[in-house]
C-alpha cells in the first residue's frame, strides 16, 4: 500500500499492474475457495486492493493532465 509518497509515472504504472494481477489472482482463489471466513477475506483483500488500484490509477491521470 502506497504511503502517500508520490510515484513515477513508471513506478505508478508498475504498481497498477502488480494490483491488477493481484485482484485477478484473489478472484481465481474465491472462485476456488469454499467457506464463509474464506470468501469474507478474500472480499476484504480484493476491496482493499482495488480501493488502492482507483486511488493510483487517479494519481496516474492526475499527473498526466
Do not use: F
Not at 499492474?17 to 493481484?22: E, G, M, Q, T
Not at 474464506?38 to 490509477?57: K, S
Request: no cysteine.
Amino acid at each position: 500500500m502506497t504511503n502517500g509518497s508520490t510515484l513515477s509515472g513508471p513506478e505508478l504504472d508498475d504498481r497498477i499492474a502488480i494490483l491488477r494481477d493481484n485482484i485477478r489472482q484473489l478472484t481465481e482463489q474465491a472462485a476456488g475457495s469454499s467457506g464463509a471466513a474464506d470468501e469474507e477475506r478474500t472480499a476484504e483483500r480484493i476491496a482493499q486492493q482495488t480501493e488502492e488500484l482507483e486511488a493510483l490509477v487517479k494519481q496516474r491521470d492526475a499527473a498526466k493532465k
